[in-house]
């Protein structure tokens, strides 16, 4: 065999890629593994809270009754986990209603006021309008603030018509 054709021979081999392909997949799943281990014993995993897992009605309160300054919304807890009231928030439109575990007065009133500190199964929250000059379709969200973060949830939204 000529050292002409030892060349050819050579360039047509091509056994050598498979190899380094199982090495470098090898290494990946390594790393990848390595991440996943290190980040569970050095506890990086546990610091994701989750949001509560909590059903609720949102209705709304005096709407089409004739007069535009007593309309508002009542939420229900039906069920689920207990929720500290000071993580929740109640938005009607653009305005915050509810926020701190109390009601902002000057815009809004509280008629029913039963979450405590702790909101569970049963508990009522009503609030009305006092001056918040809230019109039209607005849209009523409660939503759960991360008291160790600044991540929200919105745990139930509806829309109503104050205008009716």
């Known amino acids: 065999m000529s050292t002409m054709q030892q060349k050819f021979n050579l360039l047509d081999e091509d056994r050598a890629v498979s190899p380094v392909i199982g090495v470098i997949l090898m290494v990946a799943i390594t790393v990848i593994l390595a991440a996943v281990i290190g980040t569970f014993v ?28 007593n309309d508002g919304v009542k939420i229900t807890h039906n069920g689920g986990d207990q929720i500290d009231a000071n993580n929740l928030k109640l938005t009607i439109g653009s305005s915050t209603a509810f926020e701190d575990n109390s009601v902002k007065t000057g815009d809004w009133s509280e008629d029913t006021n039963d979450w405590g500190t702790q909101t569970s199964a049963g508990n009522t929250l009503e609030v009305t309008e006092a001056g918040a000059g809230i019109s039209g379709d607005t849209t009523v969200r409660l939503i759960w603030e991360d008291p160790n973060s600044d991540d929200t949830q919105i745990l139930r939204q509806a829309s109503f018509n104050f205008d009716s």
């Open 42 to 69: 050095l506890g990086l995993g546990d610091s994701v809270e989750s949001s509560p897992q909590a059903s609720w009605n949102i209705e709304s309160v005096n709407l089409n009754d004739g007069t535009a300054d």
